[in-house]
């Protein structure tokens, strides 16, 4: 099991940028891959953001985000983060951290089996 705690969440204008970090403990670090999800205001469901596997070499990342999100991990800290750049009021959500099941990178919330509590992003217009 994988212990999750995201940090860096706000208020923040439309154009700005914000990086989120994700501190994990429990199963050694380097062993799984670590994914981002969201999930917005009145929506039941988690939308994907980013995956990075567990050296880092290859990242995903959803439409929405590619382009403006950056995934990187630091194994030596335990710690996955996601630097957000020309934010959006749409990325308004609740973004969550996970660990992977496996060491490659997924998109797919199934393959993730440990969550953070999630943290709020709001993107003032």
């Known amino acids: 099991q994988v212990q999750l705690v995201e940090s860096g969440g706000g208020l923040v204008q439309a154009g700005d940028s914000l990086k989120l970090s994700c501190r994990a403990s429990?199963?050694?670090?380097?062993?799984?891959?670590m994914g981002w999800f969201r999930q917005a205001p009145g929506k039941n469901n988690n939308e994907s953001v980013a995956?990075?596997?567990?050296?880092?070499?290859?990242?995903l990342y959803s439409d929405s985000a590619r382009g403006r999100f950056i995934i990187s991990r630091d194994n030596a800290e335990n710690t996955v983060n996601l630097q957000m750049s020309s934010l959006k009021p749409e990325d308004t959500a609740v973004y969550y951290c996970a660990a992977g099941l496996w060491a490659i990178a997924s998109l797919k919330q199934s393959e993730y089996g440990d969550w953070g509590q999630g943290i709020q992003v709001t993107v003032a217009s």
């Open positions: 995956a990075i596997s567990w050296s880092g070499v290859t990242t």
């Open positions: 429990g199963r050694p670090f380097s062993n799984y891959a």
